[in-house]
């Protein structure tokens, strides 16, 4: 492979914002797994935000990406997997897998899509110095050239319309997206360095907190307190049924706090058995025990220390995957005015569902 941009290349990041700037450029946040596509020739390397190879993992991108792109090229985007309901990014986590005969029977069962937002080499020229927007242009025509030879490369959406920007924030949540990335106009691409800027949601909730997990340096401090959900109650009154779900963790504490929390907890420590995620009975409730499922949790210990569910923590969240938070919630305070049974489902805010292939169109 010989390109005018080479790997190793860490991709060009965004730090956030709580609103939306103006007079920028504004693209939809697509939530999957950044990557930088290599292309000369026959030849094609697939790396990660971190550089890692990611090519064995998707050998049916690897193919439409050989099939469909000009010889030469290097793209900057993100690899998705498009579910019924939108964005599916816990069958995408799936896709890392050390097994070949895995490898190719999830790419046949889930496979994957790549949706382009940058260029930095086209043909001979490598593009790093270019403004943004003669990049976006000249992947633009790039991309037109693939036209409805492959059904898996797509262009992200763009605008430079605040007013649009605003309606997409809060309509592609509906379809699994996670916000919005702004980039100046004449902003060269700069790896490795927060130079854009993204907008994701911003909310709240009240959760029980469950147990803990011990920090990495002892047993003596908290790494992350475990949170869960009660079932909604039924709308004719009867109490809910199901028991308390584990949706995520909070752990952002300095480290003084995380020894204070420790000693304060201590009382609130009971025997796995006696909690409603011991092993085996909970019946269809998620547990933490369910993180060995995720290719990320790989070589974790699920273990915790199981607290009598009666404290009630406010955390900030995005947005949900599933029955959990999408990423790590950030702590906001106890909540010792709350009940435990009332923090459930029901005050998460569920975006009005609206269909990917409307985005990508």
Known sequence: ????????????????VGEIPPGLVYEPKWDGFRALVFRDGDEVEITSRATKSMTRYFPELVADLRASLPERCVLDGEIVVVGSDGLDFEALQQ????????????AAETPVSFVAFDLLS???AALLTCPF????ARLTALLAQV??????IHLTPATDDLAVARAWFDRFEGAGLDGLVAKAPDSRYEPDRRTMFKIKHDRTADCVVAGYRAHKSGVDALGSLLLGLYPDAPADGTPPGGGLAAVGVTSAFPMARRRELVRELADLVIPIEEHPWAPGAAGGTRTPWDAGESRWASGRDPS??????VLVVEVRYDHMEGLRFRHTTQFVRFRPDREPRGCTFAQL???ARFDLADVLR
């Open 1 to 16: 492979m010989d390109l005018p941009v080479m790997p190793p290349i860490k991709p060009m990041l965004a730090r956030a």
């Open 95 to 106: 896709r890392v897998h050390p097994e070949a005969s895995r490898v190719a029977r999830l």
């Open 122 to 124: 086209d043909g001979d």
């Open 133 to 136: 927007a003669d990049r976006r």
């Open 147 to 152: 036209g409805d030879r492959s059904a898996r």
């Open 304 to 309: 915790f220390v199981p607290l009598r569910p």
């Open 349 to 351: 805010e569920r975006p």
